[in-house]
């Protein structure tokens, strides 16, 4: 858990210099086209004619990134690192979700079948060996389950069964942990998007105030601010979107694996000689 907010704290810190960095080259692109423009306006128009066509090439030939920065600017680098800061904490969560899914899934039949095939030979202490030697949920419930069996208090099916549903709701919570944060900056970022569009509207409405004019120049700055900052927030939310499902669908998967190595414990642990009928 440590190392999870560490690795967060980490990427934040990046996105914020990131963030810096890009400020600071815009601010310099926009002097460098400054210093362009003053010496362009030293030359003859003969001169300036020829050299016209190959700045419409370059502006066209605009690389993805420089867009995007482009518009991440405009859409007030401030406000719009919220949106980012949520979308890298989001992924963090995400893809800390994604490992531990991914790692606790095993071949549930198989390793039932291993299980099932020493406790019919009584080898009981071998099985609790297999099933401490096995990630996931479904081994660490076959692990009760035969600590149960193998004792001579709770070796009754009453016992047992209890021992096994206690297990799996506390495998189903591990599951399921830092999932609320995933869907709180799945939130969190549209709203954010909503909340750039009120800042927008509201320094719009203050221009015109300003200025006593309602023309479209005069309102274009603070429209475009809400209309970038929602867009930016929208997309966040749709990209955490499509892992949480993709999340929700591994818990699902692996609860079903839960769910079916619990009956085939309680049948196994039922023919053993050492459950108590």
């Not at 926009?30 to 128009?45: F, G, L, N, Y």
């Not at 892992?243 to 591994?250: A, H, R, V």
């Amino acid at each position: 858990m440590k190392k999870l907010f560490a690795i967060v704290a980490l990427v934040a810190a990046c996105s914020f210099a990131a963030t810096s960095n890009v400020m600071a080259q815009d601010e310099n692109e926009a002097a460098a086209t400054e210093q362009v423009d003053s010496t362009a306006k030293d030359t003859t128009a003969a001169e300036a004619a020829p050299e016209e066509a190959p700045a419409v090439v370059e502006e066209e030939s605009e690389s993805l990134h420089k867009v995007l920065k482009t518009k991440f600017i405009e859409g007030d680098a401030g406000f719009m690192s919220l949106v980012a800061l949520a979308l890298v904490l989001g992924l963090a969560f995400c893809i800390e979700r994604v490992i531990y899914l991914t790692l606790a899934q095993v071949n549930t039949r198989k390793f039932t079948a291993e299980l099932a095939d020493l406790v019919a030979k009584d080898k009981i202490d071998d099985a609790i060996a297999l099933c401490k030697s096995t990630r996931g949920p479904v081994s660490q419930i076959s692990r009760k389950a035969m600590m149960c069996l193998n004792s001579t208090e709770q070796n009754d099916i009453a016992s047992i069964e209890r021992t096994i549903n206690t297990e799996a709701e506390v495998q189903g919570s591990y599951l399921e942990q830092h999932c609320s944060w995933i869907t709180f900056f799945i939130a969190s970022a549209p709203s954010l998007g909503f909340l750039g569009t009120v800042i927008g509207m509201v320094m719009a409405f203050d221009t015109i105030e300003k200025a006593g004019d309602i023309s479209p120049t005069v309102v274009a700055g603070g429209m475009k601010v809400a209309l970038i900052t929602t867009i930016f927030g929208i997309i966040v939310a749709l990209i955490l979107q499509l892992f949480y499902n993709f999340i929700l669908s591994s818990i699902e998967g692996l609860t079903a694996n839960m769910e079916e190595a619990a009956q085939e414990l309680l049948v196994m642990c039922v023919k053993s000689p050492k459950c108590k009928k």
